[in-house]
């Protein structure tokens, strides 16, 4: 736990619990109408941002050379997906407002050491969720399409190759067999699942960094203990990986790839906050050469 500087204090802005209330009340009426304004700004472009989502499929589609169209089963299915589109641009959008609603109803009860720690992490956090989220965009989904859309023209390859040895005859000219064949006809609904499935996984797991240099400020953690728990962090973050993304390799392995380098970033953040956390004890003359050492 750090020391307090003598400059450190709360604001003298001390006030009844009812008032407390009020002003909660006040920023949850805000952050609810900044919502609301922000979920009906983008029911006017969900088609748009619709289109955006779904690029990655048809780009695949594309280059198979299929028709990049997606469909809806039942009547009230698009409707739905716009309006879950909505909510989901909507909170995005309003973030920002909620966030300062947010902070504007706890800043007066930290420290001043505490405010200028904690501003740094507000601003990395959506920044590090957006970076997670273009990553899936437009790395991990399009690899993760190719695969399983692609992966009903293997299976149908591999079976005519165990049966005769005109396996490519079979699966280029499947108007002269009568075997079944299955062909690909997304769903609205089906295909957004996955991809905001991609983009919220890796958008959450780039937070990383700001979880663990936060626990490193407030000394849970260190850069020590970290390192030293490195074998049993990748059986974690592999497992993270399994559950979060769809079972196939390629995914996976991306995903434990760029969790695993946050992880090692995150260790050199923590380093470089318990050195600047020994600097100022140091300077206040509350640790010497001996201590440092044993941390």
């Known amino acids: 736990m750090s020391a307090q500087r003598p400059d450190d204090h709360i604001e003298d802005t001390s006030a009844p619990l009812i008032e407390h209330l009020a002003e909660l ?38 280059n198979r050379g299929e028709d990049p169209r997606l469909i809806f089963t039942a009547p009230q ?35 001043r050491s505490e405010k200028n720690a904690f501003l740094p992490f507000l601003l990395a956090s959506p920044l590090l969720f957006l970076l997670g989220a273009a990553f899936a965009h437009y790395i991990v989904t399009p690899l993760a399409m190719t695969f399983f859309i692609g992966f009903g023209d293997i299976m149908p390859a591999l079976a005519a190759l165990l049966t005769s040895g005109e396996a490519v005859e079979a699966v280029d000219q499947p108007e002269a067999s009568d075997q079944l064949r299955t062909y690909f006809l997304g769903s609205v609904r089906e295909s957004l699942d996955l991809s905001l499935k991609f983009i919220f996984a890796f ?41 979060v993304t769809p079972p196939d390799v390629i995914t996976q392995v991306i995903l ?25 004890l140091r300077a206040m003359g509350l640790m010497d050469e001996e201590d440092e050492a044993s941390r």
Request: glycine share 8%.
């Open 256 to 280: 434990f790839t760029a969790v695993y380098g946050l992880y090692e970033v995150s260790i050199l953040l923590v380093r470089l906050v318990e050195r600047r956390r020994n600097a100022e």
């Open 77 to 111: 299915e698009k409707f739905f997906v716009l309006i879950r589109i909505s909510l989901i641009g909507g909170l995005a959008l309003s973030f920002p407002v909620i966030a300062h609603q947010l902070w504007r109803f706890v800043a007066p009860g930290l420290y």
């Open 25 to 62: 009340r006040t920023r949850l009426i805000r952050s609810a109408l900044a919502f609301v304004v922000a979920m009906v700004a983008c029911f006017t472009v969900a088609e748009p941002i619709l289109n955006f989502l779904a690029e990655p499929i048809a780009e695949v589609l594309r």
């Open 203 to 243: 958008g959450l797991c780039f937070q990383l960094p700001v979880l663990l240099t936060l626990m490193g400020k407030a000394g849970l953690v260190s850069a020590r203990g970290l390192g030293d728990v490195r074998k049993y962090a990748m059986v974690g973050i592999l497992t993270v990986a399994a559950l």
